[in-house]
């Protein structure tokens, strides 16, 4: 009896392939005709209570539960509608560039293989883009919150000495403080805690009117905190604001760390590939001069999930980071062993799979000039909602749309005396414009304020979906003001009750 798990019928095993990447296809080029998200249905979410399976079953049989049980519930980013959080939406060629890397099975913690040529040249032409010296170092990660550890990390082993690898960080009698804006992303705060050196360490400095982190006060908290007896060592700007989409003064930023001795971090997850639009390229001014950089392939540069990025000025620093010595890691200068130092050098990976393919394949396929014309899109459909929105006197703007994000709410005028009410009136209506299906906004709280964000990302997003996004706020909005506020407030999340007009 065969025990190896390759198809026995292949003739039957590439009819059924070709059928599950038909579906693919189909549900890509149909993507409008479906909604953006819908509820999961208990009695789907109960079909995955059930056990293990020791016998087989027809891929046939699991493609088609995969059919109507899963391909349904997922998130949507692939759709237009989607504009919650900041999702890339991913393309046809990076589905099937990842199909290919999935055939090829490649490991790329290590050893002399062209894959990881694949990703080198993805390190060089990323250095190249973003102005960094031809030797920096790099390395493909889950995503921006993965980058931006391992930067801290590197930024800790800079500061502190690589002994503090040996000894620990208890064994350091430096304080170790590092900073960033209250607009920083929440995966800042967890890598000073994973780092050792607790979330408290990392200061987190007022924004200007425009989100941008106040760069005087930085450097005042800096002098205060050296006067205090701490250890700054860590700067981190970010090129785009989860929040708003605000662009830190990263010249002014670099001035501050070059004059202070401090490590130069920009976290751009989103916002480092707007490089690729050269009418977006000026707004980025200083990001050519960090010490490192984390972005995400998988959001604006429209790559499958996951692909995030890091970039180091410093490859020598980069790998004095995370390379450890292992017998059974022994480099040698021929054979499959050759090619150090290898990306498991860079990084806390040792297996890791072929993220560098699809970006690869889309960067080739695509080129950069189109897909930083998909960015400049994105951030023109985010003036037309900022514009929309300004038209409309039941509507307001809650923050400057800086680049491709809008935070704004509807106001009506019973709630004018209470915000607690307005809150829960815009928490309604994202609730209700994600369940209806058509638009899929998120939110945030801005200054105490409940905001509807719309993140424009995804490159199918065109200003129908848009204009969606304000017509059924509009609509909504004005249904549950006339509704008794301490009725809808209560009631259920269920849009039944909504008039089918809506
Ligand atoms: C500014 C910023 N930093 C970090 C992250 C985290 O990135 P990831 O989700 O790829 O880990 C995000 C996510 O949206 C972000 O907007």
Known sequence: MRSDLDPHDWPAFRAQAHRMLDDMLDYTEHIRTRPVWQPIPPTIRAQFQAEIPTEPVELASVH??????????????VHPGFMGWVHGAGTPVGMLAEMLAAGLNANLGGRDHIPIEVERQIVRWMAQLFGFPASASGLFVTGTSMANLLATLIARDAAAGTRIRQRGVAATSNKLVAYTSTAGHACLTKAMDIAGLGSDALRLIPTDHRGRMDVAALEIKIEHDRRHG???????????????????????????CERQNLWFHVDGAFGALAMLSPELAPRLAGIERADSLAFDFHKWGQVPYDAGFLLVRDAELHQQAFASPAAYL????????????????????????????????????????????????????????????????ELELL????????????????????????????????????????????????????????????????????????????????????????????????????????
């Open 330 to 393: 022994r480099r040698e200068s021929r054979g499959l062993a050759a090619g150090s130092p290898w990306p498991c050098d860079f990084g806390p990976d040792l297996s890791r799979g072929f993220r560098a393919l699809k970006t690869w394949f889309t960067l080739k396929v695509y080129g950069t000039e189109a897909i930083g014309a998909t960015i400049a899109q994105t951030c023109a459909l985010a003036r037309h909602l900022a514009k929309r929105v300004a038209a409309e006197a």
């Open 230 to 256: 701490f250890s700054p060592f860590l700067v981190t700007g970010t090129a785009g604001t989860t929040d708003t989409g605000a662009i830190d003064d990263l010249t002014a930023l670099a001035d501050v």
């Open 64 to 77: 088609e539960e995969f059919m109507q049980q899963i391909l349904p519930y997922a998130t949507g980013n």
């Open 399 to 502: 923050a400057p749309a800086e680049l491709n994000i809008v935070c704004f709410r509807y106001r009506a005028p019973w709630h004018a005396e209470t915000p607690g009410e307005s809150n829960r009136l815009n928490q309604q209506i994202v609730v209700e414009l994600q369940e209806r299906g058509s638009v899929a906004p998120s939110s945030t709280l801005l200054n105490g304020r409940f905001a509807i964000r719309a993140a424009i990302v995804n490159h199918r997003t065109t200003e129908a979906e848009v204009d969606t996004l304000v017509d059924q706020t509009l609509a909504l909005g004005r249904h549950l003001q006339t509704s008794n506020p301490a009725h809808w407030a209560h009631l259920p999340k269920d849009s039944a009750w909504l008039p089918p007009t809506l």
